[in-house]
Structure formats: C-alpha cells, structure tokens
C-alpha cells in the first residue's frame, strides 16, 4: 500500500495512546496501552504500530507527544531521552529507540503539553489566535506553549509545574509530593497529590470537599502567573483533575483575585471565563497534536 496516513503516540503518565490519522482526517485507528514499566510500554506501543501498518500500510512519518522532562535538542546527545523525571522507573529511558529502525519513517518528538498546545491553536480554542498557553492537569502539572506555530523550547521546555506557589490558606499539614522540589505546584495540585491529601481517589471527594477550593486556589495561581509571565492570548485547561465540574469556575475567580487587576484585558469574571477555557477537542489534543508533529515531520 501507497503511504497515506501519519502514526503518532501520546506517551502519558498513566496511559499511552496509539493512533493513525492526519490532521485532515482525525483519528483513523488508535487504542490505549497502559503505562508500565518502559521496557513493556515502549515493545507494546511499537508492536500495535506494526500492526496498524500491515493494515493501511507504511506511516508518511511518526509523530511522538511525551510526558517530561524530555530531551528535544537534536543536537544533544541524550536527544529523545527522558531526564529525571517523578515518573518512577523512566529516567533515561530512549522514547525513540524501539522506532528508528522503521525504514524511510521520519521522527518528531515534544511534549505531550506543547502537542496539546499545537492542536488547540490549530484546530481548537486557539484557533485564530496568535499564541496559546495549555496546561495539563493530571498524573504531572504540565505547560505547553505555542506562538505563531511554534512551540517554545529554550533550556529545556517549559516546566511551570515546578515553580512554587504561595501556600493556599488553610493548607499548613500537607508537605507535597514532588520527589525534587516537595510543595511545588505539581507537588502540591496533581492528581497524585490530590490522592494523598485526601488518602482515596478524587471521584470519592464530594463537590463541597475543601480540597477543591485548594486546588482552585494554586491552580488560579498557576494560570495568574503563565498570564503574567508569557502572555499567552489564552490559556487552556486540561487534564483529568479538570473533569471536575466545579473547577474551573473556581480557579477562574481565584486567577482574577491572584492577578489583581494588573492586567488591563482581564479585569472582568466575563474576561476570565473566555480567556481560562477548556480544550476544544477534549481529550483529543494530544493525540491530534502528535499528528501534526508527524505531519511536521
């Protein structure tokens, strides 16, 4: 068969998704792998790809979309790594190795939070906006930044969930589970950290459980401070903590009291509620965003 479609995998915390497709024609074929050890992770992701080939044949190109911290640099020679991550297990693992050897198969790799980012500019709540924030709230607190089609790299890749907030009031008990910085936003507002606060899963918390109002509370600083800092023309939020349907109305009002009127376009709740909104494509963006990767590619 004729190369057509574009391969892609969104390399999760908790979930890896395969897929097939382009961004003209969505998703064609894709299935779900549970994150394992690498090893097992990277020989299933590789084992279905080859699958879905012998069926719509060889893929154009190959577009990855990984948690972090991941090395983008070309250049570098632990390029396609991930570094010291929290994910246990998966330092240093080679998220390209298992595919190199696909003949004629270019490679692009960012992040999983910079694919969301690309695919909601491109096809989603960005569309027609010159630069977009989106930030992932989940198994990690990720940032991914897009601005005229490009995503940000510098150093490394934006890692805002490591900056540190001022502590919500009221929460003086908890320590943080961040391994490297302890009460940093992902320490102190992941899901994982919202797990240990409450010491059961957060579909057992009730709505008026005051671990919500403190998590509205960092999450409303987190978003002040991405407006403050990149002034992205939106930011979009993400990520299975904001499935909760409070949330976002809470963290809205929370990033207004955070922000304190210094920023002329968003001194008005109506302001906040078209500039904090959810993704467009729902828990597409970053499967749809590591096609484009591969298109790019």
């Known amino acids: 068969m004729t190369r057509g ?3 892609a995998i969104e390399a999760g915390g908790t979930k890896w998704v395969c897929a097939l497709g382009s961004s003209a024609d969505g ?4 299935t779900r792998l549970p994150t394992v050890d690498p090893q097992s992770t990277l020989a299933a ?6 699958q879905a080939a012998h069926t719509f044949g060889p893929p154009r190109a190959l577009g990855i979309a990984s948690f972090g911290p991941v090395e983008l640099d070309p250049a570098a020679p632990h390029y396609g790594c991930l570094l010291d991550t929290p994910k246990r297990g998966w330092s240093g693992t080679d998220l ?12 692009a790799l960012d992040t999983d939070v910079n694919a969301a980012a690309l695919s909601e500019q491109a096809l989603g709540a960005g569309r027609g906006l010159d630069s977009l924030a989106y930030l992932t709230i989940g198994t990690g607190i990720g940032l991914g930044v897009v601005v005229h089609g490009r995503m940000l790299h510098g150093l490394l890749h934006p890692e805002a969930g490591h900056l540190t907030p001022r502590r919500a009031a009221g929460d003086t008990g908890f320590a943080g589970i961040c391994p490297f910085h302890g009460d940093c936003f992902e320490g102190l507002a992941s899901g994982p950290a919202l797990v240990a606060r409450l010491g059961h899963e957060l579909g057992d918390a ?6 919500w ?7 409303g600083q987190l978003c002040a401070q991405v407006a403050l800092a990149l002034s992205p023309r939106r930011i979009v939020l993400g990520g299975g ?3 909760h349907a409070k949330l976002l109305p809470a963290l809205r009002a929370r990033a207004l009291h955070w922000l304190g009127g210094y920023l002329p376009p968003l001194r008005t709740a109506a302001a906040m509620d078209d500039y904090l909104v959810p993704p467009a494509l729902g828990q597409r963006s970053g499967i749809l965003g590591a096609l484009l990767l591969a298109e790019r590619a």
């Open 96 to 107: 390209l190795a298992p595919f190199r050897a696909w003949p004629g198969v270019p490679i």
């Open 206 to 211: 009730p709505d008026d459980h005051p671990v």
């Open 27 to 30: 998703v064609v074929t894709s």
């Open 241 to 243: 903590v904001m499935q």
């Open 5 to 7: 479609l574009y391969a």
């Open 45 to 50: 992701a590789h084992r279905w790809l080859e």
């Open 213 to 219: 109002t403190i998590e509205a509370d960092y999450l």
